[in-house]
């Protein structure tokens, strides 16, 4: 008997679709799915008049989307964070599992009702927290996990990156304001390493000169039995993209992890603990190969196709969601 052809036996391609473009992660995304072969990347759909042109894809209807059923994940991907839960819920509605970018709409009760929904059918709402997946956030986070930090009593964490005026405009109809916008990867890192805070108070600040009211200098402290995590956010910076980093602080150590250009983890111990020796190093980690985005939607491919449980539950990215809102004076 002859051997069954190859794609016989080969998983077939996930087909995802895109709703929105203005966000600022989407073109990675689209060249991310693109570059892997877990998936066919069906088309764009800009339902929104502010969505800045995309070349080279294939445009879409909403309708498009929603009604083709071989259409298995969507990734909403907005300027605007009210449309994207909006298109999300949509999505779940039309029984597709969904990629959502952040922060995830601002009401709690919709994300609530998102992400009970997808529950219900059986389908998975992921969150854009590009920092989840970083490899020196993951090396960071796993000393102090592991305890090779002794024990956590500080959490500290910033970006401070300018800001041009249309997404000052477009950021500034939410009281968070940058803090909303961006701060929330700092808050999903902080509530993944140390839990619900006992306290949240938010210093949300507008200091710029420019008389468009956006909350563009802020501070948000979560408090702990036995730690407190500090998160700062800025839009004034020039190089602010080089000074974002997360900190965590232990008792017989310390890790910091910058992001960007290159990637870097500042680790300082008083002992040697897992693979790191006493005192202070400098390293540069690497995560799995692929493009910025690769192990977000691997991980997709995984729950989607295998069943695989993802990182993190809806009870977190809930409670991530109430703590942002609260600091923001948003709740």
Request: one cysteine or more.
């Amino acid at each position: 008997m002859a051997a069954a052809p190859l794609l016989a036996t080969t998983p077939e391609k996930i087909r995802v679709a895109m709703i929105g473009f203005g966000h600022g992660h989407a073109a990675s995304k689209i060249r991310a799915l693109r570059s892997m072969p877990e998936y066919q990347f069906v088309g764009l759909c800009r339902p929104d008049q502010d969505d800045p042109a995309m070349g080279e894809v294939p445009s879409l209807s909403l309708q498009d989307v929603l009604a083709d059923t071989s259409i298995e994940l969507v990734a909403a991907e907005s300027a605007d964070a009210e449309r994207n839960l909006k298109y999300a819920q949509r999505s779940i509605d039309a029984g597709k599992f969904v990629h959502l970018d952040k922060p995830p709409g601002a009401s709690l009760s919709g994300l609530r009702t998102l992400l009970e929904d997808a529950r219900r059918r059986k389908r998975i709402v992921q969150m854009g927290y590009q920092w989840r997946y970083h490899p020196a956030m993951q090396a960071a986070m796993e000393a102090a996990r592991k305890g090779w930090l002794g024990r956590v009593y500080r959490f500290r964490a910033s970006i401070d990156k300018p800001i041009e005026p249309d997404e000052r405009r477009q950021l500034a109809k939410y009281r968070g304001g940058m803090m909303f916008s961006e701060g929330c990867h700092l808050v999903d890192r902080a509530t993944a390493l140390l839990g619900k805070p006992t306290k949240v108070t938010g210093f949300i600040r507008h200091h710029s000169p420019l008389t468009d009211g956006l909350a563009d200098n802020s501070l948000i402290v979560l408090e702990y039995a036995q730690a407190i995590a500090e998160i700062s956010l800025a839009g004034f910076d020039p190089h602010g993209n080089e000074h974002r980093y997360v900190e965590i602080l232990g008792t017989t150590g310390s890790a910091k992890a910058q992001p960007f250009g290159p990637v870097r983890l500042a680790v300082d111990l008083k002992e040697p603990a897992g693979p790191y020796r006493a005192g202070q190093q400098t390293l540069e980690p690497h995560g799995p190969p692929g493009l910025a985005y690769t192990p977000d939607f691997a991980e997709m491919a995984a729950v989607i196709r295998k069943g695989a449980s993802p990182s993190y539950s809806a009870e977190h990215d809930l409670m991530t969601q109430e703590v942002l809102l609260e600091a923001c004076g948003m709740l």
